[in-house]
């Protein structure tokens, strides 16, 4: 693979992009992401791709879901019905959807996201309601 090459779907190790701290505040694989940010960073790695960055409150879900919907609204997004390798999972825990992550192609599929508690995990779709999650949605980058 060349120095500018995006990997392909079996070329990337995904156990790396597990155990990464949570943080409201730094993004970057050492001190941490927030939800968003890990979504932009897997992104940009396994893709190429430059996603928008979100710049609001973390611990305000109302922000996050606003600006995330007002993201995921915007051209360089499309809904998808079903998950496909690298497309955005939103996700709520109650009424509005305030969190994000990335279908990735491990055991049959499963969402990297991260949480103030656990910071960033691989789940299997039908594990992510022992956490409270619930998907809303899923969106193809096409920016």
Known sequence: MTANAVPSIDDIDYRRWQRIPYSDITQDMHTGFNCWGLMRA???EALGKDVAAIDVDFTNKQQ???EADRQLGRG??????????FCAVQMTHATIAHHVGVWVPVNGGAVLHTTRTAGSLIQKR??????GFRITGFYRFTG
Request: charge should be negative.
């Open 126 to 131: 039908s594990l992510l309601p022992l956490m």
């Open 76 to 85: 360089c997004w499309q809904a998808i019905d079903h998950p496909e390798p």
């Open 64 to 66: 996050v879901a606003a």
């Open 42 to 44: 897997f992104l940009q």
